[in-house]
């Protein structure tokens, strides 16, 4: 096996977990003003480290159907919380991998700068990133209220591309699209095809494995199916482990709905995400950077929402 795969590998694995602690891009081992969870099974767990209370916004993505509710609530001079997946999933009628997008809000719901949060999931597993607010200072609202905006400027921003490394036929990979419009719950979710250019341990490049995703995906390597070659299994990579850069792509093979005239309804575009390997089967680190809007509303009040809220005892004071 040739000597630079295995220094590539040794660089990324030295550059820590998910991603690196870059203060303008997402980071899993920094703290932010927006926590990002990322198709988790397992306990959720947020912590404020400020000496003074901060009211956070939340909304909860079913894997499923990409449908969301919204829920607020408060935390306290350093405190911490938790959430089940198994009671966040509970609104959408059953137990199933969530994701769950977090952030500080003031008194208006408009986000704030706060970059005294931090979470993860334990005992379980799913994807963790956190956004810093790069402008104003503490407890200043960032940007237009009820549009975040991570591109570098106000909030750090995700990654273009990330660099996976994996063993082959054995990885469980969660992607998550971070383009989301919570303000509009009639729009569609994002969609996009993610292409892996992949080297094997031999240093030998395979190109034409892809996937399309619409909202979020978890699949094992070898489901990659909608590929004319999965170079992810081994009987196609050639050797044990491999190493891939994956990125977004617009391409009309991943629209969805195209009626007999050639028109979709849901178009594919570029889209920055977030990946995580499961169950320790593998190692990522971005690479690059691309912005992600998020949009709410700044009143809004489901009923789920108020139950679970209410269930966890954190309803907002």
């Not at 980071?27 to 947020?46: P, R």
């Not at 704030?112 to 963790?128: A, D």
Request: glycine share 10%; with cysteine.
């Amino acid at each position: 096996m040739g000597n630079k795969f295995f220094m590539g590998v040794a660089a990324l694995a030295a550059a820590g977990s998910v991603f690196g602690a870059s203060n303008d891009r997402l980071s899993s081992d920094e703290k932010g003003s927006l926590l990002i969870f990322s198709n988790v099974i397992g306990t959720v767990h947020v912590s404020n480290d400020y000496p003074a209370n901060v009211a956070l916004q939340a909304y909860v993505v079913d894997y499923d159907t990409c449908e969301s509710y919204d829920m607020g609530f408060s935390l306290t001079a350093n405190q911490i919380t938790a959430f089940s997946s198994a009671d966040l999933s509970a609104p959408f009628g059953g137990d199933r991998p969530v994701s769950m997008y977090v952030w500080a809000v003031n008194g208006d719901n408009a986000q704030i700068r706060w970059n005294h949060l931090s979470g993860g999931v334990i005992g379980g597993t799913g994807g963790y990133a956190a956004s810093r607010a790069l402008t104003g200072n503490n407890g200043d609202t960032v940007g237009e209220a009820g549009t975040i905006n991570m591109d570098g400027a106000q909030y750090a921003s995700p990654f273009d591309s990330v660099a996976y490394n994996f063993v082959a036929d054995e990885g469980l990979l969660s992607i998550e699209l971070l383009d989301r419009d919570f303000a509009d719950k009639t729009d569609f979710e994002a969609n996009t095809k993610i292409v892996a250019e992949i080297w094997n341990a031999d240093e030998v490049k395979f190109s034409g494995t892809s996937r399309c995703v619409y909202c979020r995906d978890v699949s094992f390597l070898e489901e990659w199916s909608d590929s004319a070659v999965n170079f992810f299994r081994r009987s196609s990579l050639g050797t044990d482990l491999g190493k891939a850069r994956l990125s977004t792509e617009a391409n009309m093979s991943c629209d969805i709905d195209v009626d007999e005239d050639g028109f979709a309804d849901i178009i594919t575009a570029e889209h920055a995400f977030m990946a995580a390997p499961l169950f320790g089967n593998g190692s990522v680190a971005g690479m690059g950077s691309r912005s992600a809007t998020i949009t709410y509303e700044l009143t809004s009040e489901p009923e789920e929402a108020g139950k679970v809220r209410k269930a966890f005892g954190l309803l907002r004071k």
